[in-house]
């Protein structure tokens, strides 16, 4: 690239890869870019516009405690919303949708938003960072005091008067944004059911109008939804590409300069479906128009990053995808004002349509099958290593890229689920599924491994938090067998445990099943939720119970892991999952004590995220999600 406009390309590209590192520190990011760039080439011409936008890159989002007394509801969701006052903004998780653009009185403390690290897909924590909310506050200290009139609370209240409770969810999901919780689809990422009207409006209009009367038609209801929805990213990048097309700049100067402008403004969104594919879209059209291949594939390596999941057939058939939420959104409008019910219909044909394409989707993570698909781009080049590229790809779509055996302890919150697996996938073992709000944390987690069998699945005793996903791994997954009952030895189809605990009691905790299993040489005792009682009667049965890696009993609370039995079992290394808001205090202070009197070393999911240990021969490491790295 020798001309200015690639050069501006160049500089773009160079601030992604820069925010996607230091998303925080946006103005160290943009002089790293400038330097490099200088040191590229002599053109200068676009160094004030950069210095301009610098101005707006600095976080703008206040981590000090915050003073509000009333506050308007910004962002509403079914079970959150987000209160603005000023420039502080809070969090609050509600039953039922707040008003849109309603005035809050709010009457308490509020409490750290905590972080949550997970090895792959979504940190909400994260996520509620970057957008300037450090805080929240419960629903039950927070009394409506006034109800101001907007287009989004019209259409709320008219949503309200519809008596079928159905289509008022559906209403709520197409025209609001209000989604179920559970719902888990990139389609419904914020913008994209508003961007799908503009592209069905486009298919209808290109057979009935000329091209400049089609682009004011889609510019004028582009700005019509830019003030019903608050400005969502997704629609300021449609409309700037359209408005461009006026001014005497290259397409490729106009499509950096975009990317540029919505990175500076929206740089919590850099990371997001409704900026990476819109942007793809762009620059693959832009500079690879006889080479749809190449979009093809590089959709499919952000569906692997964002997702942990592949879907060639969804990136195939994106404009159809497009075409029919568009349909969507347009029957729900029309249903908004007339009492004709096209919208369940049609809602139906989507659901459809949508479990068809699910039946494409491969599992893996970037670091997995979504590396297959970047050598591929690569090897369309490369045509000699496209033979190995196969076999690779076979590899991973069959789950035997795995060569080193691993047990990771998934940070679900509050909760248990612990992962032990065989090299080359041979012996999956899953025990404990954590409670089922959960489920897309542990779902994601097995689908970025490649997992489609379990071998064994372990269910140490009834309480929700450890049995709550059950019934949903069954079902996505190919579960070989099930224990959930007491058993001296389980047989998966490598490893060998023990169950040390034979208390048949009413209380589920001093019931669970306790697993000792040697891996790799290390013996390994996860203990479930067993308290105190539970340790004394294996200690008094296995007198000479000795143990490498110690998972606390019951989240590390005060009710377990007394003295006698960590002074018989002497772990090396200790072991804890809890969830990050602390409701039940685990782990427990005293119990932090006892480990350190002991010098015995302590991982806990709340503060690393997933706890992995790898094994590489007799070389044992372990990792966390905060690239915490040593050797046990």
């Given at each position: 690239?020798?001309?200015?406009k690639n050069?501006?390309?160049f500089l773009?590209?160079l601030m992604?890869?820069?925010?996607?590192?230091?998303?925080k520190?946006?103005?160290?990011?943009l002089?790293c870019c400038?330097?490099?760039?200088?040191?590229?080439t002599?053109?200068?011409s676009f160094?004030?516009?950069?210095?301009?936008l610098?101005?707006f890159?600095?976080p703008?989002?206040?981590?000090?405690?915050?003073?509000?007394?009333?506050?308007?509801?910004?962002?509403v969701?079914?079970?959150?919303?987000?209160?603005k006052?000023?420039?502080?903004?809070?969090?609050?998780?509600?039953k039922?949708?707040?008003?849109?653009?309603a005035s809050?009185?709010?009457?308490?403390?509020?409490?750290?938003?905590?972080?949550?690290?997970?090895?792959?897909?979504?940190?909400?924590?994260h996520?509620?960072?970057?957008?300037?909310i450090?805080?929240?506050?419960?629903e039950?200290?927070?009394?409506?005091?006034?109800?101001n009139?907007?287009?989004?609370?019209?259409?709320?209240?008219?949503?309200?008067t519809?008596?079928?409770v159905s289509?008022?969810?559906?209403?709520?999901?197409?025209l609001l944004n209000?989604k179920?919780?559970?719902?888990?689809?990139?389609?419904?990422?914020?913008?994209?059911?508003y961007i799908?009207?503009?592209?069905?409006?486009?298919?209808?209009c290109?057979?009935?109008m000329?091209?400049?009367?089609k682009?004011?038609?889609?510019?004028?209801?582009?700005?019509?939804?830019l003030i019903?929805?608050?400005?969502?990213?997704?629609l300021?990048?449609?409309?700037?590409?359209?408005?461009?097309r006026?001014?005497?700049?290259s397409?490729?100067k106009?499509?950096s300069?975009?990317?540029?402008?919505?990175?500076?403004?929206?740089?919590?969104?850099i990371?997001?479906?409704?900026?990476?594919?819109?942007?793809?879209?762009?620059?693959?059209?832009?500079f690879n128009?006889?080479?749809?291949?190449?979009?093809?594939?590089?959709i499919?390596?952000?569906q692997s990053?964002l997702?942990q999941?592949?879907?060639?057939?969804r990136?195939f058939?994106?404009?159809?995808?497009?075409?029919?939420?568009?349909f969507?959104?347009?029957?729900?409008?029309v249903?908004?004002?007339?009492?004709?019910?096209f919208?369940?219909?049609i809602a139906?044909a989507?659901?459809?349509?949508?479990?068809?394409?699910?039946?494409?989707?491969?599992?893996?993570?970037i670091?997995?099958?979504?590396?297959?698909f970047?050598?591929?781009?690569?090897s369309m080049?490369?045509h000699?290593?496209k033979?190995?590229?196969?076999?690779?790809?076979?590899?991973?779509?069959?789950?035997?890229?795995?060569p080193?055996?691993?047990?990771?302890?998934?940070?679900i919150?509050?909760?248990?689920?612990?992962?032990?697996?065989?090299?080359?996938?041979?012996d999956?073992?899953l025990?404990d599924t954590?409670?089922p709000?959960?489920?897309n944390?542990?779902?994601?987690y097995?689908?970025?491994?490649?997992?489609?069998v379990?071998n064994?699945l372990?269910?140490?005793?009834?309480?929700n938090?450890?049995?709550?996903?059950?019934t949903?791994?069954?079902?996505d997954?190919?579960?070989?067998q099930?224990?959930?009952?007491?058993?001296?030895?389980?047989?998966?189809?490598?490893?060998?445990?023990?169950?040390i605990?034979?208390i048949?009691?009413?209380?589920e905790?001093?019931?669970?099943?306790?697993?000792?299993?040697?891996?790799?040489?290390?013996?390994?005792?996860?203990?479930?939720?067993?308290s105190?009682?539970t340790?004394e009667?294996i200690?008094h049965?296995?007198?000479?119970?000795?143990?490498?890696?110690?998972?606390?009993?019951?989240?590390?609370?005060?009710t377990?892991s007394?003295?006698?039995?960590l002074d018989?079992?002497?772990?090396e290394t200790?072991?804890?999952s809890?969830?990050?808001?602390?409701i039940y205090h685990h782990?427990s202070?005293?119990?932090?004590?006892?480990l350190?009197?002991?010098?015995?070393?302590y991982?806990d999911t709340?503060?690393?995220g997933?706890?992995?240990i790898l094994c590489?021969?007799?070389i044992r490491?372990?990792i966390?999600?905060?690239?915490?790295?040593?050797?046990?």
């Amino acid at each position: 690239m020798t001309s200015c406009k690639n050069h501006c390309v160049f500089l773009s590209l160079l601030m992604f890869l820069f925010a996607l590192c230091y998303q925080k520190i946006f103005v160290l990011s943009l002089c790293c870019c400038i330097v490099l760039w200088i040191l590229r080439t002599k053109d200068h011409s676009f160094l004030f516009v950069c210095i301009i936008l610098a101005i707006f890159s600095i976080p703008r989002g206040y981590t000090r405690y915050p003073d509000m007394k009333e506050a308007k509801a910004i962002q509403v969701s079914s079970s959150y919303a987000v209160l603005k006052s000023g420039n502080q903004k809070v969090i609050v998780y509600t039953k039922e949708p707040l008003f849109f653009d309603a005035s809050y009185t709010v009457t308490t403390e509020f409490k750290r938003v905590d972080e949550s690290f997970h090895s792959y897909g979504f940190s909400y924590s994260h996520w509620l960072n970057s957008q300037g909310i450090y805080y929240a506050v419960d629903e039950s200290f927070i009394t409506l005091k006034k109800e101001n009139i907007s287009i989004r609370r019209w259409i709320q209240k008219k949503i309200n008067t519809i008596e079928d409770v159905s289509i008022q969810s559906l209403l709520n999901k197409s025209l609001l944004n209000i989604k179920d919780t559970k719902e888990n689809s990139w389609m419904k990422e914020a913008g994209f059911s508003y961007i799908s009207i503009l592209f069905l409006f486009h298919v209808i209009c290109k057979y009935f109008m000329s091209e400049k009367k089609k682009d004011v038609v889609l510019s004028v209801i582009t700005i019509l939804l830019l003030i019903v929805y608050r400005f969502p990213m997704i629609l300021v990048e449609n409309l700037l590409f359209r408005v461009s097309r006026y001014f005497p700049l290259s397409r490729q100067k106009s499509a950096s300069l975009i990317t540029m402008f919505i990175m500076f403004f929206y740089p919590s969104e850099i990371t997001s479906a409704s900026f990476l594919i819109p942007s793809l879209y762009h620059y693959s059209f832009l500079f690879n128009e006889h080479k749809k291949g190449i979009l093809f594939l590089l959709i499919s390596i952000l569906q692997s990053i964002l997702f942990q999941t592949i879907n060639p057939m969804r990136s195939f058939l994106y404009p159809l995808n497009m075409f029919l939420h568009g349909f969507f959104f347009l029957f729900s409008l029309v249903r908004f004002f007339t009492p004709v019910d096209f919208v369940s219909l049609i809602a139906s044909a989507l659901q459809l349509f949508n479990t068809l394409m699910n039946a494409f989707s491969l599992k893996g993570s970037i670091a997995g099958a979504g590396c297959i698909f970047y050598i591929l781009v690569v090897s369309m080049f490369h045509h000699k290593v496209k033979a190995a590229i196969v076999l690779l790809y076979i590899f991973q779509m069959t789950g035997l890229f795995h060569p080193c055996m691993e047990m990771t302890m998934i940070n679900i919150g509050q909760g248990d689920a612990i992962l032990i697996r065989a090299p080359l996938n041979s012996d999956n073992i899953l025990i404990d599924t954590g409670k089922p709000s959960a489920y897309n944390a542990l779902k994601t987690y097995l689908d970025a491994k490649s997992i489609y069998v379990i071998n064994t699945l372990i269910i140490t005793h009834n309480d929700n938090d450890h049995s709550g996903n059950k019934t949903n791994i069954q079902k996505d997954f190919t579960v070989k067998q099930c224990i959930e009952t007491h058993q001296t030895t389980i047989q998966s189809s490598i490893f060998t445990l023990q169950d040390i605990n034979e208390i048949q009691s009413e209380d589920e905790n001093d019931s669970s099943i306790v697993n000792v299993v040697n891996f790799n040489g290390k013996q390994v005792c996860l203990m479930g939720d067993a308290s105190d009682k539970t340790e004394e009667e294996i200690i008094h049965k296995y007198p000479t119970l000795s143990c490498d890696i110690l998972k606390l009993g019951h989240h590390g609370s005060s009710t377990s892991s007394s003295d006698q039995f960590l002074d018989v079992v002497r772990p090396e290394t200790a072991l804890i999952s809890s969830g990050a808001y602390r409701i039940y205090h685990h782990p427990s202070e005293e119990t932090i004590q006892k480990l350190l009197k002991r010098h015995i070393p302590y991982f806990d999911t709340k503060t690393s995220g997933d706890i992995t240990i790898l094994c590489f021969g007799k070389i044992r490491v372990f990792i966390t999600s905060r690239f915490e790295i040593g050797l046990i």
